[in-house]
């Protein structure tokens, strides 16, 4: 009886499929064209010999990399201590994880830039000057943007590896041999969480590298504007950039499949 | 007996123990809930500070409706033809009997698919259905088809939704695979058992099982493409005036010339996305009833 709806099955897989693959072929092609009448790579050694590409790529993958240590620390200790001491608190951190389902990337940056671009007071007292004064201090808060966009993947990595481990007992066994809060944390839950690890940081990095929406009103230069740059003013220089960025996406994504494979990982980014 | 004994001592322990939620809950102050609560209070103010609905009544005047008309429009259309072909997608990997090998390369496929939006995805449908684009020229050189001369056009509304698909129905056949290997085998044995045809089987059993995952994930789809703001941008370079572009375009020069009514524009964004999530995560609710 399956068989006889084999062509059905087929129909809507092949048109998936081919939804899947006709922009990436189109885009691949089109890449190969700058040159006229031939296909060459001129369009991919443009892009790279642009210094501003080193630069801006830089600049985000340093950026990606401060946002995946912020976002580790705040929530590896957090969700550990949910799970551990305060289950009761679970769905208030998760609710606050979610966030940022609700408040788009738009409305969070018109907020932060709204609050800290005064200086922030509590009470009449000035607990912050405006962060959005110096190149520094607005970094720094386009990390604390990043880090919140982070928050549902990270916390969802860091939770589901909880789960798969007795947290409890082995938190026990380790203070019962003399171990420390911090020595429990570094020795014995970090290693245990790896591969959750591994595969919040790597879609965190996937969030944040081309990320335009926060950095642009933040006025960093970072690569998601300077990639909207480049495509106001050139034609297949973007093409080739959107191959790489793919390309980049996919090896994330190939990792993350890795190392989580059979636990039901979480590779779903929002928009 | 032993609660008299006892508590002395949990008290301070107690205290302790919500500490460690500190750093994460004065975090979630700063960076989410003061910024938002900000753009919210100023929603209701004049701008020489005393209370007003004229901001949210402002959200009443043209160009501000037709913004959010446009936003949902394409969110809608995205979540339903991208939640549809997600689910027949998810549908022939799982009981279609493809081969087994399409499975784990799909799935592949579609996770790197579900993340990959914004200027690069722009770019990418750019490049394949602008007016130069690959399958554009195909058509128009290969089978004389001038899509373009046929009203399509990429930087408009049903550009903009073909572009927004390529992120959608992803997601959905993500969501929607495990969904539908919890449908139980003994059910459809049953229904066999009694006499109904596949197509009665899915119609009077199948189907309304998974409608609230179905809906559901359809309203996260929908959440998806109405907060989204790069793809948009760097495809329509602002021309299209969804609501999320014209926040933007607030953002950048005060275009409404009142910055409280653009802070209600973003209030509108969050009550909209907040109803969505809502509606979302009921409908996961009932939808656990029957797959665990």
Known sequence: ?271 | MATTVQNPPRRPRLTWTWLGLVPFFLFAILFIFLPSASLFIDSFRTLDGGFTFANIAGLFQPPIPESYWLSIRVSAMTAVGGGLLGFFMAYALTVGNLPRWLRPVTLTFAGVASNFAGVPLAFAFISTLGRTGFVTVILRDLFGWNIYGAGFNLYSFIGLSVTYMYFQFPLMLLIMIPAIEGLKRDWREAAENLGASTFQYWWRVGLPILMPSLLGTMLLLFGNAFGAYATAYALTGGTLNLITIQIGAQMRGDVLRNPNLGYAMALGMVVIMAVTILGYSWLQRISERWLK
Not at chain 1, 33 to 62: H, I, M, W
Not at chain 1, 169 to 192: C, D, H, K, V, Y
Not at chain 1, 246 to 252: D, E, H, K, V, Y
């Open chain 1, 1 to 271: 009886m399956a068989r006889r709806v084999s062509w059905f099955a087929w129909f809507w897989y092949v048109l998936g499929a081919l939804y899947f693959i006709i922009p990436l072929w189109g885009t691949f092609v089109f890449s190969l064209q700058k040159e006229r009448g031939t296909f060459s790579l001129a369009a991919y050694q443009s892009a790279f010999a642009d210094p501003k590409f080193a630069e801006t790529f830089l600049y985000s993958n340093v950026m990606a990399v401060l946002t995946i240590i912020f976002s580790l620390l705040l929530v590896v200790p957090t969700a550990y201590w949910v799970h551990l001491r305060v289950p009761r608190m679970r769905p208030v951190v998760e609710f606050i994880t979610l966030m940022p389902f609700v408040i788009p990337a738009i409305v969070l940056v018109f907020g932060l830039i709204k609050t800290f671009s005064r200086p922030l007071t509590i009470l009449g007292v000035t607990v912050l000057p405006p962060l959005t004064n110096s190149s520094l201090s607005t970094d720094f808060l386009l990390v604390a943007g990043y880090v919140v966009l982070s928050l549902p993947y990270m916390y969802r990595a860091v939770d589901n590896g909880l789960r798969a481990m007795d947290v409890g007992t082995l938190t026990e066994a380790a203070q019962s041999l003399g171990a420390g809060w911090g020595t429990i944390l570094w020795r014995i839950i970090l290693p245990n969480l790896r591969s959750a690890l591994l595969s919040g940081a790597l879609l965190t990095f996937a969030i944040v590298v081309g990320e335009l929406t926060i950095a642009t009103f933040l006025g960093r230069p970072a690569f998601g504007p300077y990639l909207a740059l480049i495509g106001n003013h050139k034609v297949y220089e973007p093409a080739a950039l959107a191959i790489v960025s793919f390309g980049l996406t996919w090896l994330a994504m190939g990792i993350i499949d890795r190392v989580t494979r059979g636990q039901g990982g979480t590779t779903t980014g929002a928009h």
